[in-house]
Structures are given as C-alpha cells and as structure tokens.
C-alpha cells in the first residue's frame, strides 16, 4: 500500500514540476494575491479528476485512440501565443506592477476561464495524467490502485498550494517593477517556445 501511494506520489510530482502555461499563471496569480486559493484549488481539482479518469481505465483507450488531434494542439498554440503577447506587452509599459498595487480588483470570472482553456486546452494534461499516470496505475489493483491514485493527487494538491502561497516569499523582490518587467519577459519567452512546440507537434508548422 505505502509503495503504490509513494510511486504515485513521486511520478504525480515528478510530471507537474516542469514550468509551463499553467505553472506560470498560478505563479503569478500568488504573486499579485488574486484568487490565490481558487486558483491552486481549480488547479488541484483538475489534476485529481484526471487522474482518477485515467487511473479508473480510460488510459487503456486512450493508447489507441487519437485523442490529442492536431486541431488541439494547434488551439492551444494559438491560445499560448496570445497569452505571451500579453505578458511581452506587461513587460514593457510595466502593467503587472500596477496590476499588484491595485491586486483586489476583480476577476475572477476572466481569471478561471484563462485557467479552464490552460488546463484543459493542454494536450500534454492529458499525456501526463490520463495517459502515463493511468497507464502506471495497471500494475496495481483494489486497494492499492486507490492508494496509488490518491498519492498522485495529493501530490498536486501540495505542488499547486504551496506554488500559489510560496510565491508570497518572494514578493518583496518583485515590489520592483523591473522584477516584474524580467518575470513576464520571461513567462511570455516561455510561452512562445511551447507554442511552437505545440504547434510542430500538430503539424501547424
């Protein structure tokens, strides 16, 4: 039992630790402290449900079915490059450091729509979690299956809560607004390198 919930655990973490789309955007979100605990739950949530898709036998489909069309991946390069435009267009007239100032502003409507598309709009969400974590998850049955899905959900609830109020640590760096100008330089790098890898990946390029 405690091995199926530590392979979970680690393969669960593992997979959410690189930095991407929606990574960055719940950075940000806890830097600026705008609906930080919505946003790591929405994130949480997702990742859990997912998973537990895949986990309960999905996976075993979607290993043969084409599910990640080119149509996919090619909305989601759209919808990155957008998202980078953006955050260039912060960095240069310095928007985000106002946008912190003023951080009780609204939202949230505008905020969990951006989440719902960066989430669910992400072909690789469904690579990692229904695909690789359930495809894993066949080595076990019953109980331990259970253990194992639940350590690799637990894993994201720690990863996105602790992303969304472990940035606060570091925002009496980013009072500076050339903090801020590197950060969304560089989210919006970021973007634009995923976009065209998605775009490759769906024959857009």
């Not at 003023?102 to 951006?114: D, I, R, V």
């Not at 109980?143 to 940035?167: E, T």
């Amino acid at each position: 039992m405690i091995y199926a919930f530590s392979t979970g655990f680690i393969l669960g973490f593992s997979l959410i630790l690189a930095i991407g789309a929606q990574n960055s955007f719940v950075l940000r979100q806890g830097l600026i402290g705008r609906h930080v605990f919505i946003v790591a739950l929405f994130c949480a949530l997702s990742d859990a449900l997912l998973i537990i898709i895949g986990v309960t036998g999905i996976s075993i489909f979607l290993n043969y079915l084409d599910l990640l069309s080119d149509w996919l991946f090619g909305i989601s390069a759209i919808w990155l490059l957008i998202y980078g435009l953006l955050r260039l267009k912060d960095s240069v007239n310095g928007m985000s450091a106002l946008i912190a100032e003023n951080s009780s502003t609204g939202g949230l409507t505008s905020t969990l729509s951006f989440l719902v598309v960066v989430t669910f709009a992400n072909p690789h969400v469904y690579l990692d979690t229904m695909v690789l974590i359930g495809t894993v998850s066949q080595q076990f049955s019953g109980n331990h299956k259970l253990a194992y899905a639940l350590g690799a959900s637990i894993a994201s609830f720690i990863f996105f809560f602790s992303l969304s109020y472990g940035a606060k640590l570091i925002a009496p760096i980013m009072k500076r607004p050339i903090a801020w100008r590197i950060l969304d330089f560089s989210i919006a790098i970021l973007m634009f390198i995923i976009a065209l890898k998605l775009a490759y990946l769906g024959n857009w390029l």
